[in-house]
């Protein structure tokens, strides 16, 4: 009897943990998947103008990465810190760590913006060979990098909210920005409503105003939607030396971890970038494919940092176990529907980017790599959050630097350039790099998770 009761009660805990986790991580896959069909959209609209316009907007996408990894990691240390400081319920530290890291933000996105854009030139010649959309790659990555500010606080700020868990509040702000992106595109890419048409431009300052929008709605919601994080205060500057080193600690691991990511992303985007434009469209436009499974795996990883944050804050240990555990499962169980999806619909959707028959049956055989690249990808997504909730920085660190920066370039040069694969070699690289770091995530956050509850 006892048995049964307890048995019930189980139930109900995993039910309970799934509402949260589903209250907290589908606003967030929700939000994701906004900025990815934003993506698309970009996409389709830009394709109106050629495969090259297709390729140049493409190629910016690593440099403009590597640059956003240093808000990343600031975003993903802030929400970890503010998780934990909910489960101490500590405000005070909370806001000692999100208005240090917001400030920090500013700062450095004021002065990398004005230099990215000064040097876009000798940045995106360094970062792409094809002659014939360079000028337009360059003229993108100008105009993105001179509004870097918008992107930088706007990531800080969501990130703040997504650790205290109101992911609400953060979709709204990212479809403010889809809206505003979209709607400029449309007066400025191909000029219609009286409006120049500005083509690469236009998308680019299609960009900045959705990232302005998004900043101003997301400064908004944590002013006026929230009891816990203010801005109010950041600029009074408080020695703290122990949130102080936390930060570095923290912040700087992730950080190393994104630019290392990133830069490996960018030899294997320059490796690419020595193939033909045509066959570069169609990879860019699978990889929006991947970009959808990301959104998925980023929205369950802002669950899992928040609610396993939290209860390692609270140091409710076994809580934390469980809600790892529920986040991965679903993880699995949405990768296979995604994959599935990917696989029915695939002639329909290259079939909205391209006319000619190659492409598309390109795409297709593409789309395999990419189902089975979307499970890999989002267990991995799940694990590293995991690990940064309970406090370590320095795996996903080491893992981001073997697998992206070693194996992926090594095998993508190595399958390009002398055994001729063309971009069936990137795939490979992929895929090797994604099976050894799926694989570590696994047996790090095992390990990780051992040490918490030994402790």
């Known amino acids: 009897m006892q048995g049964a009761i307890r048995g019930d009660a189980d139930r109900e805990g995993r039910t309970a943990k799934l509402k949260e986790i589903a209250a907290i991580g ?8 906004v900025s990815v069909v934003i993506g698309t959209i970009d996409t389709k609209m830009i394709s ?55 400030r920090l933000a500013l700062v450095l996105s004021l002065g990398i913006g004005i230099l990215a854009s ?28 001179a509004f870097l500010v918008f992107n930088a606080v706007s990531i800080v700020l969501n990130s703040a909210m997504r650790g205290i868990g109101k992911t609400r509040l953060t979709l709204i702000s990212s479809i403010a920005m889809g809206v505003v992106d979209v709607f400029v595109n449309y007066l400025l890419i191909e000029g219609h409503l009286g409006f120049p048409k500005l083509g690469v431009v236009g998308d680019a300052l299609g960009t900045v105003c959705g990232m302005a929008a998004a900043c101003i709605i997301s400064i908004i919601m944590i002013s006026r939607k929230n009891d816990f994080l203010t801005v109010k205060g950041i600029f009074h500057l408080k020695k703290n030396r122990e949130i102080s080193k936390n930060i570095r600690s923290k912040a700087g691991n992730t950080i190393m971890e994104n630019l290392f990511t990133r830069i490996g992303f960018l030899l294997s985007s320059i490796i690419l970038s020595g193939l033909s434009s045509d066959l570069t469209a169609v990879y860019s436009v699978t990889m929006l494919l991947l970009n959808y499974s990301f959104s998925f795996g980023d929205g369950l990883q802002a669950a899992v940092v928040t609610l396993a944050g939290r209860t390692m804050g609270a140091k409710k240990y076994r809580d934390m176990e469980q809600y790892i555990r529920l986040c991965r499962i679903t993880g699995i169980v949405l990768a296979i529907v995604l994959s599935a999806i990917y696989l029915l619909g695939a002639r329909p959707f290259y079939g909205m980017f391209f006319s000619d028959e190659e492409a598309i049956s390109q795409g297709i055989s593409y789309t395999y790599i990419a189902a089975a690249l979307t499970l890999l990808q989002i267990v991995r997504i799940i694990n590293v959050g995991a690990m940064r909730s309970m406090g370590d920085v ?8 073997l697998c992206v920066l070693v194996i992926s370039p090594a095998v993508a040069f190595v399958t390009t350039k002398f055994l001729n694969m063309g971009v069936w070699g990137i795939w490979l690289a992929s895929l090797s790099s994604q099976i050894v770091w799926c694989t570590l995530s696994i047996i790090l956050e095992r390990k990780c998770l051992k040490n918490v509850l030994a402790s």
């Open 26 to 33: 589908f606003p967030a896959v929700i939000e994701s998947i």
């Open 48 to 102: 109106g103008l050629g495969k090259g316009a297709v390729s140049a907007v493409s190629f910016t996408s690593q440099p403009k990465l590597i640059i956003l990894s240093i808000f990343y990691a600031l975003g993903t240390a802030v929400s970890v810190f503010v998780a934990q400081s909910l489960g101490r319920k500590d405000k005070d530290e909370a806001n000692s760590y999100f208005q240090r890291i917001l």
């Open 118 to 145: 000064i040097f876009a030139e000798p940045i995106m010649r360094l970062c792409s060979q094809q002659a014939d959309t360079i000028d337009m790659s360059i003229s993108f990555f100008r105009i993105i990098m």
């Open 394 to 401: 320095k795996s996903p660190r080491i893992m981001a630097t």
